[in-house]
């Protein structure tokens, strides 16, 4: 997080920039970036970082750098001309793992992207692709571009070239400018070559900031958002269900406002790729591929790990190797935790000051799970975490191709996700897009002074409370269902449940504080079988419980189900 710090520290240096002369000399996206790594890493510091000549090398040095660049960016010719701008790293912001061949970058992996502010009355952009637009339909290279943040094109590459028109008329217009790679690097890799502007700027054509966190995800099928556009699980492979920006990884970026890379292909695993005769399958691992930008040919160069520091590495593997350890889980899930920690090793190695996460779970294979904690904890570093993720609700959620998950599960995922690196981060996630009831204590209390009786279980497969009663006693709280130990915090949630067995009953509820129970902070009736309401928390609220008093309903059996308590805003 030493960019974040530089960040903060440039922002408190703004009184005494502006009663600085601005020192409008040359300088480029290349100065600022090698600036910057003199500044947060241990890179070589050289005459060019002291920008203003003062003798000192530090934050002024950068911000007056950036207000030099943009002070050229923004100057005007006056002659409104046709522009070619290359889409290279020094006219462009590259996100992800891209390539640069021949004047042509090339977005390998999901999500890899062009960024960039585009400045005129009239631009374009060409596209190019590889000799995957040859495939099959079903299998070609998906890409879209979104100008200002509006998608306005989405397309299968189905031939080696395209020019997407994105804007005209005759008014000066800026606009962001980004096409990403939607596929996935199994499947090809999407060429930005150039932008054609029509602007009277100098500089038409200008990289966008890069973000105070970076985020690398590592993953499968679910990280690439395999299927995730599709309307049935019975549906197959196709790159045109497939969209990274529905991806729980982009989300989390988006959330956590970080710029971000993924590394991931379908089917892959970590000691073995998916296989559906139990057979171990070394063809599809991707530990052997993670240092090249990606395993094609065409792409398997070193990935430059020094120029593409990042803070956080996020890894979801294991799905695949659950379809070889699950056929002797003992032995081969002790080797999949073997080579868990060997990757963990190598990332370590590669990335010698991130914070790694490791999770596994929303598409099941719970079963690995403790070989991946083990691996965690053999690692025995201080930046490393891990957690389980929860399966992901079919019937509630809905699904995607081939079982994977839907837009709605990626979705969730993606606030999970959120709340971890901020963990792993020591910084505070809003908790917003959380279920405060996911981890909370499900039971049930009886006060047998007056009669009331009866037995509860609790499934932890399906986080279902069922209450058989067989005396009610003489009030409500004589028999007390809870979810309790819910660390709340001050903001907008949604409370809602369903009750199986109490269809025609009215089973109260109550959302409280654990040790004062005057502290209410929502409490109703359920009519019919399911409840749900918003209610506000306008402090934090932590040892809160949510409580079903049911102790005067009679004699039932009672199923609580779904019980979630999501906050909405913070």
Known sequence: MQTKRIAVFAAAMLVLQAAMPLEVSAASA?????????LTTNGEMTKADDFNGDGLVNAVDLTLMKRAILAEAQADTGEVKDQTVTAITEQTKLIGRTLTKDGVTWLVHSGSAVECTVTGVEASVTIEGDDNVRSDAKYRPRYGVYVDGELIKDVVMGESEQVVKLFSGTAKRTATVKVMHLSEANNGAIGVKQFDVKSSAAKPVQPTAGKDLTIEFVGDSITCAYGVGADSQYVGFETATEDFSKSYAYLTAQLLNADYSAVSYSGYGIVSGYTSDGKKNTDSLVPPVYENVAKQAAYALPWDFEAHPVDVVFVNLGTNDDSYASKDLETRGKEYQTNYLAFLKQIRKCNPDAAIVCTLGIMG??????????????FGDAKTSCYESPTHNITQDGIGADWHPSPVTHEKNSYLAADHICKALG???SGVGLDFAADGEYGCDFDKSNGADGWPYF??????????????????????????KLNLTKGTYTLAFSVKGGEKAEIPYIVRSMTDHKKVYCEGVCKGGAASEK??????????EIVFPVGAVGGLNLTFENVTLYKNEA
């Not at 290349?30 to 003199?38: A, G, I, N, P």
């Not at 067989?470 to 409500?476: F, I, L, M, R, V």
């Open 30 to 38: 290349s100065d600022v970036r090698h600036l910057v790594k003199t």
């Open 365 to 378: 294979c719970q079963e690995l799970y403790p070989y991946l904690e083990a691996a965690v904890e053999a």
């Open 427 to 429: 910084i505070q996630y």
């Open 459 to 484: 499934s932890d497969w399906n986080k279902s409370l069922n209450i058989n009663i067989s005396s009610g006693g003489t009030s409500p709280e004589e028999i007390l269902g809870y979810v309790r």
């Open 535 to 544: 209610f506000t928390i306008a402090a934090d609220a932590p040892d809160s």
